[in-house]
């Protein structure tokens, strides 16, 4: 099963009333689910990006990210990103009642946590690389984020 397959499926799965999907064989397994609430986090920490793409060949595929398809808006070039260092769906509160982990206007410092990314039902804690203030927040609550896409602008 290539990318192309997968995000397909993806697709197909994210446009059907099914909550669950799950399909395997001798090579490979996929599994969807859609979730109604917010899971626990269970991870601090982010697998190496390298480890990944050693153990997968993929063709290149022409199809266009949400970010690609998405006005991005213009922050002041002196500004700092924080980007998503894998695929999946950010989570910008630790539960639906909590407050933020950050907002626009709040000082961060390095290695404060920002956001949760969950991947392959993995809860992968973000954090801040550098000190300064939020300017913008460049992402929705569960909104599915790409690697290398741009969550936050710091200032």
Known sequence: MNVEEIKELMTLFNESN????????????????????????VSNAVAPIANV????????????????????PQVATDAKYITSPIVGVVYLQSSPDADPFVQVGKQITSNDTVCIVEAMKIMNEIKSDFN?????????????VDFGQKLFAIR
Request: aromatic share 8%; net charge negative.
């Open 18 to 41: 099914m909550t669950e999907f799950h399909l395997s064989n001798e090579e490979f397994e996929v599994q969807f689910s859609k979730r109604e609430e917010y899971p626990q986090v």
């Open 53 to 72: 793409a050693s153990s997968v060949e993929a063709a290149p595929v022409s199809v266009p990210s949400s970010a690609e398809t998405q006005e991005t």
């Open 132 to 144: 300064g203030e939020v300017v913008e927040v460049l992402v929705e609550n569960g909104q599915m």
